[in-house]
């Protein structure tokens, strides 16, 4: 799949998927210094959309706790998966 250029914060970012190896065991990683949201390519419903918003909320709004961080990202997970199922 191609990655997707973003504007976060005004700057322009890259949302890719990646091989689990990329990521060290995590699900998806943020690297401020590349501007670069990486996923893990083996996530599939739920947890890919879970895992997205909580890296888009990594990029956008890095001092965020990091607890409300994975409640907001569980909370529109739940809540967009929901919409697109129904």
Known sequence: MAALKLTIN???WTLRYVQPR???GDSGRCDYEKRRI???NTEQGIERLDTLFHELFEARLPDLDHGVKDELAAL???ATWWALME
């Open 10 to 12: 005004g700057e322009p």
């Open 76 to 78: 529109f997970a739940k």
């Open 22 to 24: 990329s990521v060290k």
């Open 38 to 40: 990486s996923l893990r």
